[in-house]
Every structure is written in C-alpha cells, then in structure tokens.
C-alpha cells in the first residue's frame, strides 16, 4: 500500500504505459495511483483511457486526477516526471530561433540551444517539484524522472532540490536492440555494459554466452545495409572513438561539432526516412503530428483494445521495474543517471552519469565502473561542461553563464561566432520569457536596449532536410503514417 504521484501526465501515452507497468505487478493491486498536469483536458483523457483499463483487468486501484501538484504529491512515495515545461509553442522556439541562424538541431532537447533554453524553463519546475515534495511527501520520497534534458534535470534535483532523483531514459535499451540486429540476435541473448552521460553513453562490453562481440561490431553494422544507410554518425563515431554510442544517429549528429556544421554536407549523414535519422526539426514536426492525431482520434483509442495487465505485458522502461525491487526486494538490473559519486573515474564527481545499477530491497546500488575510454570521457566531458554551466544558469538566472553555456555548446560553437551567439540568446530569452521566471529582470533590459542595438542579420535558412508537416488530412492519405499513429494511439 504505497501512493505513485505522475506529473505531467497529461502525457497520455507514456502515463498509460507507466501505470501498466506499475500494475503488472501483482502485489501492487492495491497502490494510489495520482495524476497531476496543467492540462485539464488532457488529464481526463488519461483518466478516461486508465479507467478503461481498470475496469478491463479487475482492477480496485484508486486513482486521482488533479490540477493541483501537491494534492497529487501528499504522501507519495514516488514521484514519476514527465513534464515538458512550455509545450510545443516553446519546444518550436527551441527548434526554429538556433536554425534562422543556421544553427540546424534534428531533435533539440538535451544539448544544443534547444536542450540548453529546456533546461532554463525545466530546471526551476522541477526545483518547485521538490519544494512540495520536501514538505508534503512521503519522508523517503524519490523522483524517478523522464523529462529531458534528463542529465541537467536531475543534476538540479539531487544538488539543489534536495530529493534523491534517478534520471531515467530508454536509450540503452533501443542500442542493445539495434546492436542485436546487427548480430541477428533476439536482444535477450546480449549482455550490455553501457557508461556515460545521457545520450554519450557508450556499450563497453557485448557478452553472448560469455563471450566478447565489441570488437565485431562494426563490420556487422557496415555488412548491415539498412543499419549503413541510417547510422552513418554512429558508425563514424565508432570507427573513430572504438565504441558504440547509444542514441540515434540524429540526437547524436547534434550533440558533437562535426556532422552539422556545414549546411550543404549535412544530408550526407543523415537519412529521412524517420525523423530519428536526423531530419531538421524532425522530433518537433514528429510531436506535432502525434498530438494533432492523438487529439482527433482519442474516440478511436478508447475504442481499441484496454490494455492487459499481466507480468509477461510489463514493458521495458525502468521506472515500474525499479519500484517492484525496491518495494518487494526482487533484484532489477538496469541502466541509471545518478550523481556519479565516482562511479566513473575520469569524469567529474558532481556530474549525472549513466552507469549500470542493481535495485534491490536495500535500495539503487551503482557499481564503480572506474575509468571511461579516455576518447569517449573527453566527449562526455565537452557536454558536461555546458549542462553544468546552464544548471548554474537556470538556478541562479545568471545570464552570463547561460550565454557562455551556449558558447561552450559544440555545435553552436561549430556554427556561430560569439556576437551570433549572444543576439540568440537573448532573442531565445525574449520569445521564451514567459516560461523563464528567473530571467525577468535580465528580460526587461534586454527589450530595454533592443532598439539601440545594431542587429546582426539572419541567416535565410530553413533546415537543410526540413520536411513539412502534414495536416490531419494529409496524415489521413498517408496510409503509413497512418498507421504508425494508429498503432501508437492503441498500444502506447
């Protein structure tokens, strides 16, 4: 008997299949289940489609949806984070200010001005989060948190919000899968070790029946045609640093200075056949698409199959699985961002890093891994420096330090000189005021003195693969599309 708080679960989807997880343990048939969001609209949507699916599987599970966070986190014992602090008016700001100065993001959510400005609105949510925690939460309460940029997100928690927080992303788990297409393997037959920072994580060891695959991967992944045709970053980053990075071939194009630096070369890495692949924009014409399905179609999910609650369904996301060990003492192996506390030898010991961990009843146990390749620790170590600066940033509204974060940033850095990257800043802290409390003394100076300032002209660019995104009715004659979201919208 345990209370689970889930903030930002407005995120239909992803609280649908939380919950699930959760539920697919069997003692936990009689847990709290708390919804909070801003969004009242699509707090019930979620409330409409759990309910559906309580009623399916028996289910006697209390649930509660409120707009208000502190009823949601009274006596919690977890708190599950998924909020995106300005939605997809501020995520397009992230997306389309850095590229009218030609500075190209696929995804924009981690590094890059994007995933910088993120964390400036994040950052002071997640500290009012732990506020509430702190006072009306369960005494040990613990924030298992999805919300990027996943690194500078639960740096902030743990230092300044004084909550014990996990940084929790599923970026390992779809590198194994990838790894196990290139060997023609069910991904089970693969043991992993994975270490890093989030998105800069790298597989150090591939064990099948004991033995050691790392030194073959890269000829499977070239003998792979579709894999060749993709991955084109992450077979140059293994050819050139040894190992296998985790994320995608276009998060990962954007996190380093080499692969979207010049506009007319940056196809010749990328591949539009998803928008993971590297598409300009792709992730926020992506999210763009789906909500607008999601929200003509909802009569269609709750139409659909409910959801089965059985422990063979429980999916592979790490948050119900670290529950289940902590709370019933079953042993969960998994990979975690938690302040390294020298788990990594040669990164820094105030940083978040991404590192095998064990969960039992006695808590989330992190191994000493020790020393990072010292190629791969050197590219951990150019982002750890830009995330640490913009934490400081955010938490204090130090504007000096948010601009030096966007300086210190490898592909701003590769593209802007440092007059381009201050004017965007400060143009990315205007049109984002709104969710930037901290900055608002900084803001009014900046409108104050914008008439007198000799503006730097912007660049005519669009993307070098920037693709459109489609309307409803153009997702409706688009029967791939199409079913893609349909599938979404009935199983996640």
């Given at each position: 008997m345990?209370?689970v708080?889930?903030?930002g679960?407005?995120?239909?989807g992803f609280?649908r299949?939380i919950?699930?997880d959760?539920?697919?343990?069997?003692?936990f048939a009689d847990?709290?289940?708390?919804?909070?969001?801003i969004s009242?609209?699509?707090l019930e949507?979620s409330?409409?489609?759990?309910?559906k699916d309580?009623k399916a599987?028996?289910?006697?599970?209390?649930?509660?949806?409120?707009?208000?966070?502190r009823?949601?986190?009274?006596?919690?014992?977890?708190?599950f984070?998924?909020?995106r602090?300005?939605?997809l008016?501020?995520f397009a700001?992230?997306?389309d200010?850095?590229?009218?100065?030609g500075v190209?993001q696929?995804?924009?959510?981690?590094l890059?001005?994007g995933?910088?400005?993120y964390g400036?609105r994040g950052i002071?949510a997640?500290?009012?989060?732990?506020?509430?925690?702190r006072?009306v939460?369960h005494p040990?309460c613990?924030?298992?948190n999805?919300?990027?940029?996943?690194?500078?997100?639960?740096?902030?928690?743990?230092q300044y919000?004084?909550?014990?927080?996990?940084?929790?992303?599923?970026?390992?788990q779809?590198?194994?899968?990838l790894?196990?297409?290139a060997f023609?393997v069910d991904?089970?037959?693969?043991?992993v070790?994975?270490?890093g920072i989030?998105h800069?994580?790298?597989?150090t060891?591939?064990?099948?029946d004991g033995?050691?695959?790392?030194?073959?991967?890269?000829?499977?992944m070239e003998?792979?045609?579709d894999i060749?045709?993709e991955?084109?970053?992450?077979?140059d980053?293994l050819?050139r640093?040894?190992?296998?990075?985790?994320e995608s071939n276009g998060h990962?194009?954007?996190y380093l200075?080499?692969?979207r630096k010049r506009?007319?070369e940056?196809v010749?890495?990328?591949?539009l056949?998803r928008?993971i692949l590297g598409?300009?924009g792709?992730?926020l014409?992506?999210?763009?698409?789906r909500r607008?399905?999601?929200?003509?179609?909802?009569?269609e999910w709750?139409a659909g199959?409910?959801?089965?609650?059985?422990k063979?369904n429980q999916?592979?996301?790490?948050?119900a699985?670290?529950v289940?060990?902590l709370?019933t003492g079953?042993?969960?192996?998994?990979?975690?961002n938690?302040?390294?506390?020298?788990?990594i030898?040669n990164l820094?010991q105030?940083?978040?890093?991404?590192?095998p961990?064990?969960v039992?009843?006695?808590?989330?146990?992190i191994?000493?891994?020790?020393?990072?390749p010292?190629?791969c620790a050197?590219v951990?170590?150019?982002s750890?420096?830009?995330q640490r600066l913009?934490?400081?940033?955010?938490v204090?509204?130090d504007?000096q330090?948010l601009k030096?974060?966007?300086m210190?940033?490898?592909?701003?850095?590769?593209?802007l000189?440092?007059?381009?990257i201050?004017q965007m800043t400060d143009?990315?802290?205007?049109?984002?005021?709104?969710?930037?409390?901290?900055y608002?003394?900084t803001?009014?100076s900046?409108?104050?003195?914008m008439?007198?300032l000799i503006r730097i002209?912007?660049?005519?660019?669009?993307?070098?693969a920037?693709l459109?995104t489609?309307?409803i009715?153009e997702?409706?004659?688009?029967e791939?599309t199409?079913?893609?979201?349909n599938k979404?919208?009935h199983n996640?």
């Amino acid at each position: 008997m345990f209370k689970v708080a889930i903030i930002g679960a407005g995120s239909i989807g992803f609280t649908r299949e939380i919950v699930k997880d959760l539920l697919c343990v069997p003692e936990f048939a009689d847990i709290t289940v708390a919804l909070t969001d801003i969004s009242e609209a699509n707090l019930e949507m979620s409330r409409q489609l759990l309910e559906k699916d309580f009623k399916a599987n028996g289910m006697k599970t209390r649930l509660i949806t409120t707009t208000n966070r502190r009823e949601a986190f009274k006596d919690a014992k977890y708190v599950f984070n998924f909020v995106r602090v300005g939605m997809l008016e501020a995520f397009a700001m992230d997306v389309d200010i850095p590229m009218s100065y030609g500075v190209d993001q696929c995804v924009g959510d981690t590094l890059g001005p994007g995933g910088i400005m993120y964390g400036q609105r994040g950052i002071p949510a997640i500290l009012d989060f732990c506020r509430d925690i702190r006072e009306v939460a369960h005494p040990d309460c613990m924030i298992l948190n999805y919300t990027n940029p996943n690194a500078m997100i639960t740096w902030a928690a743990n230092q300044y919000g004084k909550v014990p927080t996990i940084g929790l992303c599923h970026g390992v788990q779809n590198g194994h899968k990838l790894i196990a297409k290139a060997f023609d393997v069910d991904w089970k037959e693969l043991d992993v070790v994975c270490v890093g920072i989030n998105h800069q994580t790298w597989y150090t060891s591939i064990l099948k029946d004991g033995v050691e695959l790392k030194d073959q991967l890269l000829e499977r992944m070239e003998a792979n045609e579709d894999i060749a045709r993709e991955e084109k970053v992450r077979i140059d980053m293994l050819k050139r640093f040894g190992y296998l990075s985790t994320e995608s071939n276009g998060h990962l194009s954007e996190y380093l200075p080499w692969y979207r630096k010049r506009v007319d070369e940056i196809v010749d890495w990328i591949d539009l056949d998803r928008w993971i692949l590297g598409e300009s924009g792709g992730y926020l014409r992506h999210c763009t698409e789906r909500r607008n399905w999601f929200e003509t179609e909802f009569p269609e999910w709750m139409a659909g199959d409910a959801y089965t609650y059985s422990k063979d369904n429980q999916g592979i996301e790490h948050g119900a699985h670290i529950v289940e060990a902590l709370e019933t003492g079953r042993i969960y192996r998994g990979h975690f961002n938690v302040v390294n506390h020298g788990a990594i030898t040669n990164l820094p010991q105030d940083a978040v890093v991404e590192v095998p961990g064990y969960v039992d009843a006695t808590g989330v146990n992190i191994p000493v891994y020790g020393e990072l390749p010292l190629g791969c620790a050197s590219v951990c170590n150019v982002s750890i420096s830009v995330q640490r600066l913009a934490v400081e940033a955010a938490v204090h509204g130090d504007v000096q330090l948010l601009k030096q974060a966007m300086m210190m940033d490898p592909l701003t850095g590769a593209v802007l000189n440092p007059h381009e990257i201050w004017q965007m800043t400060d143009d990315m802290l205007v049109a984002e005021k709104d969710w930037l409390p901290q900055y608002d003394e900084t803001v009014k100076s900046i409108e104050a003195n914008m008439e007198n300032l000799i503006r730097i002209p912007l660049k005519d660019y669009k993307g070098a693969a920037r693709l459109h995104t489609k309307t409803i009715e153009e997702l409706k004659a688009d029967e791939n599309t199409m079913k893609r979201y349909n599938k979404a919208a009935h199983n996640n």
